[in-house]
């Protein structure tokens, strides 16, 4: 049988009132009252009922992190870090994968229906700029990734366009000029975007960007970046490096080099974008663009808190994410 | 300003019970008026007050899905899976991540206090067997992984002895006789059951174990496997082979061995666990034991669902997960 308030009270001698102002934190109690409550408490393994509690004080202390994919390394690895930087403040993330399909996001975008959770942070990929700009959403809402949303949403981002300039201008200075882009097709802006950077690299060190060396490819996993690279070594002249828009591609391009019996770097440099865990240990290492995933998730958390208790500014914020360029075995082996 | 059940009502010409009635699914009403009133749902863009919804017909159509750490490829692929296996049931899968963490795994056993869930997914690692069976658990809850409950909780898990046989087998009938196990203090009973058959294996073969080539590390992670291969490296005989607990282990043990260059497997064989995406890809790709991903998300989901509504079998479930040992470059490159 479930303990009550009523127990609770009856064993710490005071009235049902004040457990309940103990339980939602008044500040206006003794400490000595509060250590007798507790003690009631914890002798009676009390559990609070949440929901009810939720409703009086309007938090859950819960918020939902949406990202398109759990099994992409990248976005596995940046929930760890979103819930790790939320426990430390009291909070639970709860994840959601979208998938990118447009219900799921607008399910997203709509607040999440009822479900008790105090705000979310987005990861969008389907949903129209326009569309998430305008979202009337129902709970504090933080974006992420390339999608400026305009309108009045936070949103936390790398400034994929320098950092994608910065991975092509260490091709150039190891004195690679046929550099292949991979994945300039991908969602959520992340192709176009990145393809900005790889293109004023090569501009500014006089190269000519070539159609034929910017492959789309399907999608931004190991497989799409096994093909691309198919497709590129199949050229009249192949491409001398490789700048892929993510590590997935990038680790799927290294097993094709492989395949083909190519040395890396020697015949061919490959750069990729994330620094996920898989491309730090692979043989060669990978070298890539390293969003400093801690920072992200310490101030997305931040930002959003601010945003639920109305503590923070009442200016949209946009925050852009430091990263650094991690040289390893696959531009330097 | 939010649309309200009585605009609904009033543009459909009907009265606010018969609106609530539609959104309910109550079965009475007649597909005529069932039309009309999803006519003017979708024309005023209504969103149903799911907290209130979900109180009146006791369930939310969420379910959470409790792992120890996300950025494990393993729990990302599964929780990628479940999530899919949930959604196709019109359920929202919302996963939390406890690090293993006693209260954390508390928490989780203790029904995530009042959020809006309809039951859980637990892979537990830290709390004891004893106080999972014990747990009076507020939700319905399916244990994953290979702590048997006891109690009467239902329970999906892959027979890790015998496919732990199997690995082991495997390398046995390469003419390896010098088989290392990295992996064996493994949390959540998974070490100890996994040697349980690589020593049957071992035995059966007419092999004696020996203790200097059973590693337990500090984790199960790629790191702790490329440390656990420096140490067998660094034995008066080191080994022909390693069975690696799982495919992080194993990948690291594969980069210790390629910077000792060392080849695989002519010089040493290795097997994983899991069939993570990254042993598919990297060179040599990585012989593993492959759990059907698939059919445990299914099965996890469906039986978690029956027991949500109370149609399943009233005895706990304990399912196997069907398992494949997947031959590939680390031991027949």
Redesign the interface.
């Known amino acids: 049988m479930a303990t009550r308030l009523s127990d609770v009270a009856a064993r710490a001698g005071v009235s049902v009132k004040t457990v309940s102002n103990v339980i939602n934190d008044y500040p206006h109690i003794t400490s000595h009252t509060r250590a007798k409550v507790q003690a009631a408490i914890d002798a009676l393994d009390y ?8 409703l009086r004080k309007g938090r ?1 202390d ?1 918020i ?1 992190l949406a990202i398109p ?5 990248y976005f ?2 940046l ?2 870090a979103i ?2 930087a939320a ?1 430390k403040r009291g909070i ?6 979208t ?1 990118g399909e447009a219900a ?1 996001e607008k ?1 997203i975008l ?1 607040g999440m ?4 959770i105090d705000g979310i942070i987005f990861s969008p990929i389907t949903t129209a700029p326009a569309r998430i700009g305008a979202a009337d959403t ?1 709970k504090p809402l933080l974006l992420l990734g390339e999608r400026h949303a305009g309108g009045n949403l936070d949103h936390v981002a790398v400034d994929s366009v320098q950092a994608s300039f910065d991975a092509t201008t260490h091709l150039i200075s190891l004195g690679r000029r046929r550099i292949a882009a991979i994945g300039v097709g991908g969602g959520a802006g992340t192709g176009s975007v990145r393809r900005r950077g790889y293109r004023k690299a090569l501009k500014a060190a006089g190269i000519e960007h070539d159609p034929a060396l910017e492959l789309a490819g399907t999608g931004y ?3 799409d970046g ?1 093909a691309s690279m198919r497709d590129l070594l199949a050229l009249p002249e192949p491409p001398d490096a490789v700048f892929c828009f993510n590590d997935l591609l990038a ?2 391009a ?2 094709t080099l ?1 395949d083909a019996g190519l040395s890396v770097p020697g015949d061919v440099a490959v750069v990729g974008f994330d620094d996920i ?2 491309g ?4 060669p290492s990978l070298t890539t663009i390293s969003p400093d995933k801690e920072w992200l998730a310490e101030n997305a958390v931040a930002v959003l808190l601010d945003r639920i208790s109305g503590s923070g500014e009442a200016d949209r914020r946009d925050l852009i994410v430091p990263y650094t360029l991690k040289i390893r075995e696959s531009t330097s082996g």
Do not use: C, W, Y
């Open positions: 559990k609070p009922n949440v929901s009810a509690r939720s859950s819960f939902a994919e759990m099994a992409s390394p596995a690895e929930g760890a819930s790790r426990k639970t993330v709860l994840i959601d994968q998938e799921a399910f709509d229906r009822g479900q008790l129902a996993h190991r497989e096994a680790l799927g290294l097993r492989a865990e898989d730090r240990f692979h043989s």
